[in-house]
Nanobody, 129 residues
């Protein structure tokens, strides 16, 4: 069974940077598309970025030009590099996996990931002004 664990969250001042990591285990022979989401107490979980097995990426408008998703297949680790952070980026960040057949479009969907894939437990990011 696939298990994901995020790390790298913390407190940072506005304009700062963080790199979130998501280590996976239990992939077996299955291949996955991966994504990052965030959630605050006031809002639903929302998609930020996605990457497929070929390395093609997609970003929500909120993350374009400031966030970069990447993966190290050898280490089975997913990353989210976040630059120029703003207070509104404060949230719990979750990584997600969607098994093939998958796409950067499909892994954006909460219902697909929940039904077919896996979530990590989340890592908190707090950005102060």
């Amino acid at each position: 069974q696939l298990q994901l664990m995020e790390s790298g969250g913390g407190s940072v001042q506005s304009g700062g940077s963080l790199r979130l990591s998501c280590a996976g285990s239990g992939y077996g022979h299955r291949r996955y598309c991966m994504g990052w989401f965030r959630q605050t107490p006031e809002a639903d979980r929302e998609w930020i970025a996605a990457i497929d097995r070929d390395g093609d990426t997609a970003y929500a408008d909120s993350g374009k030009n400031r966030f970069t998703i990447s993966q190290d297949r050898a280490k089975r680790t997913l990353y989210l590099h976040m630059n120029n952070l703003k207070p509104e980026n404060s949230a719990m960040y979750y990584c997600a996996a969607d098994p093939e057949p998958c796409s950067t479009t499909a892994v954006q969907r909460l219902d697909i990931v929940t039904a077919l894939g896996a979530w990590g437990q989340g890592t908190q990011v707090t950005v102060s002004s």
